[in-house]
């Protein structure tokens, strides 16, 4: 199993990131995905599932109407986008193989949301 994310970096607050996820190692469309964050000195908090078709999705209060995930099943990747962004969405962002599961996943991708 290998997960690569991309796409993090530094916003302004009210900014707005698309975090993608490439997946390989394994049948991509047969497992639901989730994308997790680690803010510092924290544990990881999942914030996303998305169902192995796409078709349904489940957040997290706290991004709820401002974070989209969707996925290609064609080109094995996951995506999330991220809009309205605030200070205490700082942390690493992961991907997961698998619903609300920590164990496959990826290296992470940093986002910082600072003024």
């Known amino acids: 199993v290998q997960l690569v994310e991309s796409g993090g970096g530094m916003v302004q607050p009210g900014g707005s990131l698309r975090l993608s996820c490439a997946a390989s190692?394994?049948?991509?469309?047969?497992?639901?995905m989730t994308w997790y964050r680690q803010a510092p000195g924290k544990g990881p908090e999942w914030i996303s599932v998305?169902?192995?078709?796409?078709?349904?999705?489940y957040y997290v209060d706290s991004v709820k109407g401002r974070f989209t995930a969707s996925r290609d099943n064609a080109k094995n990747t996951l995506y999330l986008q991220m809009n309205n962004l605030r200070s205490e969405d700082t942390a690493l962002y992961y991907c997961?193989?698998?619903?609300?599961?920590?164990?496959?996943r990826g290296q992470g991708t940093q986002v910082t949301v600072s003024s």
């Open positions: 997961a193989k698998g619903e609300r599961s920590w164990v496959a």
């Open positions: 190692g394994f049948t991509f469309s047969s497992y639901d």
């Open positions: 998305i169902s192995k078709g796409g078709g349904w999705t």
